[in-house]
């Protein structure tokens, strides 16, 4: 259950760094390049989840708590900034970097036959 704890503080973490660094600029041009890390690693998370346990719960537990701290941390962020605008693209590239793919991955996880 140790790396079931360390998968979910992994998910607590990239949503924070990615939220953090989804404003990116290099120069005048606008660069989301959480959106591919999110896109990239959350189905990883769900992934190695899904192979610790093939409860739906423990599997979907990632991308749930990932969501769940972007939503938060995103709205009520820190100082009371709101980092997820609802008319910036970039705000819906990073939710849906991190959770249609990983969607994708936790059905294709729980439509393996157990073993």
Request: proline residues 6%; without cysteine.
């Amino acid at each position: 259950m140790t790396l079931f704890g360390f998968l979910l503080l992994d998910a607590v973490l990239l949503a924070i760094l990615e939220l953090l660094y989804l404003p990116l600029y290099i120069g005048s041009v606008q660069f989301p390049i959480t959106a591919a890390v999110a896109a990239v690693t959350t189905p990883l998370l769900v992934a190695e989840a899904g192979r610790i346990s093939r409860s739906r719960r423990v599997a979907g537990a990632p991308l749930v708590l990932w969501f769940a701290v972007v939503l938060v941390f995103g709205v009520f962020g820190p100082g009371g900034d709101v980092v997820l605008l609802g008319s910036d693209w970039r705000t819906l590239l990073l939710i849906a970097g991190g959770a249609l793919p990983s969607a994708l991955m936790l059905g294709i996880v729980l439509a393996k036959p157990a073993r």
